[in-house]
């Protein structure tokens, strides 16, 4: 035997291996591609509300939260006082809502700040829940929309 891999009798193959598939760039599909865009959005929407927060030190304790969507960003806080410094920062109106259970939603619509146009203004609406007749700063119900 000349050489160390010949072996004496009949060779059968034990295993084979699949080869391999090759890459083929695909194209995105028309959901994938609207998925990407609104998180694009999503994220710059987000970017502007924490930019706005920041520059012109809006309250952003434990007692706000915000969610970014495509078109908008929500806010959702705990407390009067928030809602009120985003009216006298940022201006808008408001909007109340009386439920049947015993409480007011005060929702303010107002917009993000920006100065570059690679960020535009994203409509913000600054909302709070709070008991029907409970005293409300009179800035807050002055900007209540007719």
């Known amino acids: 035997m000349t050489n160390p891999t010949d072996l004496l ?9 699949a080869q391999k598939p090759q890459a083929s760039p695909t194209t995105p599909t028309t959901e994938q591609v609207a998925f990407w ?3 694009d959005a999503c994220e710059r929407n987000d970017f502007s509300y924490r930019c706005t927060v920041d520059y012109k030190e809006l309250p952003q304790s434990g007692h706000v939260a915000h969610e970014a969507t495509p078109d908008r960003v929500v806010v959702t806080a705990t407390d009067m006082d928030v809602l009120g410094e985003w009216l006298y920062v940022m201006g808008g109106t408001v ?3 009386d ?18 146009p690679r960020f535009p203004v994203v409509p913000v609406h600054v909302t ?6 409970a005293p409300v700063m009179h800035e807050i119900a002055a900007a209540v929309r007719a």
């Open 128 to 133: 709070v829940v709070q008991l029907t007749g």
């Open 99 to 116: 439920l049947s259970h015993g409480q007011t939603v005060w929702t303010l619509h107002t917009s993000t700040w920006s100065d570059s």
């Open 37 to 39: 865009q609104a998180q």
């Open 95 to 97: 909007e109340k809502v």
């Open 9 to 17: 009798g009949e060779s059968i193959a034990v295993m084979t291996l």
